[in-house]
């Protein structure tokens, strides 16, 4: 059973800055890219950032610059770091794992963790 683990979000003032964690759990061999996505209440889902297995990051255009998304390979866990938080910046945010092997070879596709909320008062 491979599970992904968001922690780190919480009520921030305006102009603050939480970092969110995302460990995956199991037995597992290797995960391609992961990403952090956010969902406010009423809006779909949306990409914030993501980060290939080797380090390339890429985010949205209303992150950029505030926020920062790094991993660690050895510890299956992901971060985002999000600096300079705003109102609108509250939302749901989600892990994403691409791809996932497990030790017994198999491959899990499009993993996703149950979300921590994040809450940026004015």
């Known amino acids: 059973q491979v599970q992904l683990v968001e922690s780190g979000g919480g009520l921030v003032q305006a102009g603050g800055s939480l970092r969110l964690s995302c460990a995956a759990s199991g037995s597992i061999l290797r995960i391609s890219a992961m990403g952090w996505y956010r969902q406010a209440p009423g809006k779909p889902r949306e990409l914030v950032a993501t980060?290939?297995?080797?380090?390339?990051?890429s985010y949205a255009n209303f992150v950029k610059g505030r926020f920062t998304i790094s991993r660690d390979n050895a510890k299956n866990t992901v971060y985002l770091q999000m600096n300079s938080l705003k109102p609108e910046d509250t939302a749901a945010y989600y892990c994403n794992a691409d791809s996932i092997i497990r030790s017994d070879r198999v491959r899990m596709d499009d993993n996703w963790g149950q979300g921590t909320q994040v809450t940026v008062s004015s």
């Open positions: 980060i290939t297995r080797g380090g390339t990051a």
